[in-house]
């Protein structure tokens, strides 16, 4: 068995889509189906791998807008969080209040996640959903514990965290979720964000300076 992932960094504002992709079985899932479609199924393809599943970390805009469109392209299901089923519902309105221009719809959601700790597969893949509100409503990170990966969405990033100033954004929160629920999963973590390059949980616990900013008030 061998799981790989491919990572393209696409759409308005750089935003990472991962596939994450078994070589024996040829399948594939999705988190976050950012944008382009296209792009996406073509490199599923390249590598050998069926698109089975869709994901999404939340909705904002940035992470959901080829959600519609590669649903209808692969026929796989999409899931997220039941409490992102606002924002995915404004995704045209999104696009009009950041960039002026109507995005498509996303996707209607063919399951809605509901709590921490569920565990979903795709054959080999076995990912464990993590509630990291904060950022988003409904926000989740992925985390792979056989390869010590977690898809942290926009939670955490190298040297920085999600932004919470938008509409259902709360710092106390998004700092909590990073405390109680990605910091614990042990130094070593790979973590893969929704913008920027990969860390590690180790490397954000000992530099980041929101996170050290934080224990300093908090100690």
């Known amino acids: 068995m061998t799981i790989q992932i491919r990572m393209l ?14 070589t024996d079985v040829h399948e594939a899932l999705v ?18 791998w069926t698109i089975k599943l869709i994901l999404a970390t939340h909705a904002h805009f940035d992470h959901i807008i080829a959600s519609k469109a590669l649903k209808e392209m692969t026929g796989a299901p999409f899931w997220l969080h039941e409490e992102c089923v606002p924002f995915l519902q404004t995704l ?18 063919d399951r809605l996640l509901t709590s921490d700790g569920e565990t979903l597969s795709l054959g080999p893949i076995v990912l464990r959903t993590i509630y990291t509100p ?5 926000h989740l990170s992925f985390y792979m514990q056989e390869q ?25 929160l998004l700092m909590h979720s990073i405390f109680d629920h990605l910091l614990p999963l042990g130094d070593a973590t790979i973590a893969l964000p929704g913008h920027g390059g990969r860390t590690t949980i180790g490397a954000e616990r000992r530099g980041n300076p929101f996170l050290l900013d934080w224990i300093e008030r908090h100690s």
């Open 148 to 172: 010590n990966i977690v898809f942290c969405g926009d939670a955490l990033f190298q040297g920085s965290i999600g932004r919470t100033d938008l509409p259902g954004g709360n710092y106390e």
């Open 134 to 138: 904060g950022h988003a409503p409904g």
């Open 92 to 109: 045209p309105q999104q696009g009009m209040m950041f960039f002026g221009q109507q995005y498509p719809e996303a996707a209607e959601p």
């Open 31 to 48: 988190i976050d189906p950012v944008d382009d479609a296209t792009t996406i199924q073509r490199t599923a393809e390249q590598a050998g």
């Open 9 to 22: 960094t696409l759409g308005p504002v750089a935003t990472n889509c991962y596939i994450v992709g078994d």
